[in-house]
Protein backbone atom coordinates (compact mmCIF):
# COMPACT_ATOMS: atom_id res chain seq x y z
CA UNK A 1 0.00 0.00 0.00
CA UNK A 2 2.73 2.56 0.77
CA UNK A 3 4.18 1.47 -2.68
CA UNK A 4 0.78 2.38 -4.21
CA UNK A 5 0.76 5.67 -2.28
CA UNK A 6 4.26 6.51 -3.18
CA UNK A 7 3.34 5.69 -6.90
CA UNK A 8 0.16 8.29 -6.64
CA UNK A 9 2.34 10.47 -5.08
CA UNK A 10 5.13 9.92 -7.56
CA UNK A 11 2.58 10.27 -10.57
CA UNK A 12 0.86 13.11 -8.79
CA UNK A 13 3.72 14.61 -8.88
CA UNK A 14 5.21 13.74 -11.87
CA UNK A 15 1.88 15.01 -13.49
CA UNK A 16 2.49 18.46 -12.18
CA UNK A 17 5.88 18.21 -12.89
CA UNK A 18 4.85 17.61 -16.88
CA UNK A 19 1.86 19.64 -16.63
CA UNK A 20 4.54 22.86 -15.12
CA UNK A 21 7.40 21.91 -17.72
CA UNK A 22 4.81 21.79 -20.44
CA UNK A 23 3.11 24.88 -19.51
CA UNK A 24 6.60 26.33 -18.73
CA UNK A 25 7.53 25.56 -22.20
CA UNK A 26 4.16 26.42 -23.64
CA UNK A 27 4.55 29.84 -21.83
CA UNK A 28 7.97 29.84 -23.12
CA UNK A 29 6.76 28.92 -26.60
CA UNK A 30 4.65 31.91 -26.37
CA UNK A 31 7.07 33.97 -24.83
CA UNK A 32 9.68 33.44 -27.52
CA UNK A 33 6.88 34.01 -30.12
CA UNK A 34 5.66 37.32 -28.89
CA UNK A 35 9.06 38.14 -28.46
CA UNK A 36 9.71 37.53 -32.10
CA UNK A 37 6.70 39.60 -33.17
CA UNK A 38 7.58 42.64 -31.55
CA UNK A 39 10.91 42.08 -33.11
CA UNK A 40 8.86 42.23 -36.03
CA UNK A 41 7.07 44.85 -35.31
CA UNK A 42 9.48 47.39 -34.23
CA UNK A 43 11.69 46.05 -37.09
CA UNK A 44 8.46 46.78 -39.17
CA UNK A 45 8.00 49.84 -37.32
CA UNK A 46 11.68 50.85 -38.00
CA UNK A 47 11.63 50.13 -41.81
CA UNK A 48 8.13 52.42 -41.70
CA UNK A 49 9.79 54.53 -39.63
CA UNK A 50 12.63 54.81 -41.77
CA UNK A 51 10.06 55.42 -44.67
CA UNK A 52 8.28 57.94 -42.78
CA UNK A 53 12.20 60.07 -41.95
CA UNK A 54 12.76 59.64 -46.01
CA UNK A 55 9.40 61.08 -46.89
CA UNK A 56 10.07 63.62 -44.18
CA UNK A 57 13.21 64.39 -45.44
CA UNK A 58 11.86 64.60 -48.95
CA UNK A 59 9.26 67.06 -48.15
CA UNK A 60 11.64 68.97 -45.96
CA UNK A 61 14.26 69.22 -49.58
CA UNK A 62 11.34 69.63 -51.75
CA UNK A 63 10.20 72.42 -49.08
CA UNK A 64 13.77 74.32 -49.00
CA UNK A 65 14.28 74.11 -52.89
CA UNK A 66 10.64 76.11 -52.59
CA UNK A 67 11.79 77.91 -50.38
CA UNK A 68 15.02 78.66 -52.34
CA UNK A 69 13.03 79.52 -55.36
CA UNK A 70 10.85 82.27 -54.06
CA UNK A 71 13.59 83.34 -52.03
CA UNK A 72 15.29 83.80 -55.66
CA UNK A 73 12.02 84.90 -57.48
CA UNK A 74 12.07 87.96 -54.50
CA UNK A 75 15.58 88.82 -54.88
CA UNK A 76 14.74 89.09 -58.56
CA UNK A 77 11.90 91.17 -58.00
CA UNK A 78 14.14 93.67 -55.60
CA UNK A 79 16.86 93.96 -58.44
CA UNK A 80 14.10 94.30 -60.82
CA UNK A 81 12.45 97.25 -58.58
CA UNK A 82 15.39 98.66 -58.14
CA UNK A 83 16.46 98.64 -61.73
CA UNK A 84 12.78 100.45 -62.29
CA UNK A 85 13.67 102.91 -59.85
CA UNK A 86 17.52 103.70 -60.97
CA UNK A 87 15.33 103.88 -64.40
CA UNK A 88 12.77 106.41 -63.29
CA UNK A 89 15.47 108.50 -61.40
CA UNK A 90 17.18 108.71 -64.46
CA UNK A 91 14.14 109.67 -66.61
CA UNK A 92 12.89 111.82 -63.68
CA UNK A 93 16.28 113.69 -63.91
CA UNK A 94 16.18 113.69 -68.43
CA UNK A 95 12.57 115.46 -67.98
CA UNK A 96 13.68 117.85 -65.02
CA UNK A 97 16.63 119.14 -67.12
CA UNK A 98 13.88 119.13 -70.36
CA UNK A 99 11.64 120.85 -68.31
CA UNK A 100 14.05 123.20 -67.08
CA UNK A 101 15.67 123.54 -70.60
CA UNK A 102 12.31 124.05 -71.91
CA UNK A 103 11.28 127.04 -69.49
CA UNK A 104 14.27 127.98 -69.91
CA UNK A 105 14.37 128.78 -73.96
CA UNK A 106 10.58 129.96 -73.25
CA UNK A 107 11.86 132.47 -71.01
CA UNK A 108 14.80 133.18 -74.08
CA UNK A 109 12.06 133.51 -76.19
CA UNK A 110 9.93 135.70 -74.27
CA UNK A 111 13.16 138.40 -73.92
CA UNK A 112 13.42 137.95 -77.35
CA UNK A 113 10.33 138.37 -78.06
CA UNK A 114 9.69 141.89 -75.90
CA UNK A 115 13.02 143.07 -77.43
CA UNK A 116 11.79 142.20 -81.23
CA UNK A 117 7.97 143.41 -80.66
CA UNK A 118 7.92 146.93 -81.32
CA UNK A 119 10.02 145.94 -84.45
CA UNK A 120 7.37 143.61 -85.95
CA UNK A 121 5.27 144.66 -88.94
CA UNK A 122 2.36 143.61 -86.36
CA UNK A 123 3.28 146.04 -84.04
CA UNK A 124 0.35 148.71 -84.21
CA UNK A 125 1.97 151.97 -82.60
CA UNK A 126 5.34 153.78 -83.25
CA UNK A 127 8.46 151.30 -82.43
CA UNK A 128 10.53 154.53 -80.95
CA UNK A 129 7.80 155.71 -78.44
CA UNK A 130 7.93 152.17 -76.83
CA UNK A 131 10.72 152.67 -73.73
CA UNK A 132 11.27 149.31 -71.66
CA UNK A 133 10.87 148.63 -68.33
CA UNK A 134 10.97 145.23 -67.88
CA UNK A 135 9.13 144.77 -64.46
CA UNK A 136 5.84 144.64 -63.90
CA UNK A 137 5.12 145.36 -67.49
CA UNK A 138 6.75 145.34 -70.04
CA UNK A 139 7.12 149.09 -71.17
CA UNK A 140 5.11 151.74 -72.16
CA UNK A 141 3.80 153.13 -75.40
CA UNK A 142 4.02 156.96 -75.54
CA UNK A 143 1.32 158.37 -78.26
CA UNK A 144 0.23 161.34 -78.70
CA UNK A 145 -3.14 160.68 -77.66
CA UNK A 146 -2.77 158.24 -75.07
CA UNK A 147 0.03 156.34 -73.14
CA UNK A 148 -0.27 153.00 -72.86
CA UNK A 149 0.94 150.21 -70.56
CA UNK A 150 2.14 147.01 -72.68
CA UNK A 151 2.87 143.28 -71.51
CA UNK A 152 4.33 140.98 -73.89
CA UNK A 153 3.48 137.82 -74.09
CA UNK A 154 5.01 134.79 -75.98
CA UNK A 155 3.15 131.12 -77.08
CA UNK A 156 0.68 130.42 -73.75
CA UNK A 157 2.49 132.62 -71.09
CA UNK A 158 0.01 133.98 -68.87
CA UNK A 159 -0.21 137.61 -66.61
CA UNK A 160 1.54 137.29 -63.31
CA UNK A 161 -0.10 138.17 -60.03
CA UNK A 162 1.75 141.61 -59.79
CA UNK A 163 0.84 141.98 -63.69
CA UNK A 164 -2.61 140.97 -62.73
CA UNK A 165 -2.87 143.62 -59.74
CA UNK A 166 -1.16 146.52 -61.87
CA UNK A 167 -3.46 146.24 -64.79
CA UNK A 168 -6.44 146.46 -62.50
CA UNK A 169 -5.00 149.97 -60.46
CA UNK A 170 -4.50 151.14 -64.68
CA UNK A 171 -8.16 150.02 -65.23
CA UNK A 172 -10.00 151.58 -61.97
CA UNK A 173 -8.18 154.80 -62.88
CA UNK A 174 -5.03 154.64 -60.24
CA UNK A 175 -2.53 155.82 -62.63
CA UNK A 176 -0.40 159.41 -61.11
CA UNK A 177 1.70 161.70 -62.50
CA UNK A 178 4.64 163.09 -60.56
CA UNK A 179 7.76 164.60 -60.74
CA UNK A 180 10.91 163.81 -58.55
CA UNK A 181 12.82 167.10 -58.58
CA UNK A 182 16.20 167.31 -57.21
CA UNK A 183 18.06 170.68 -56.99
CA UNK A 184 20.71 172.39 -54.89
CA UNK A 185 18.16 172.90 -52.09
CA UNK A 186 16.85 169.20 -52.33
CA UNK A 187 14.91 167.01 -53.48
CA UNK A 188 10.64 167.37 -53.66
CA UNK A 189 7.97 165.41 -54.92
CA UNK A 190 5.40 167.29 -56.59
CA UNK A 191 2.46 165.39 -57.47
CA UNK A 192 0.00 166.63 -60.37
Not at 90 to 104: A, G, M, P, T, V
Not at 115 to 125: E, I, Q, R, T, V
Not at 162 to 172: H, M, P, V, W, Y
Amino acid sequence: MLLVILAAIFGSVFVLVCWFVFKDKKETKLFKEEVKLLKEETIKQGIESAELNEKYKQKQFAWNDKIARKEFEIRQLQEDNERHVIQDEILQEKYDKELHFRKSSEVRLGKIGENLAPFLDGWPWVPRQFRFLGNPVDGIQFNDDEIIFVEIKTGKAKLSKSQKNTKELIKAGKVSFVTFKITDDGIKLIKE
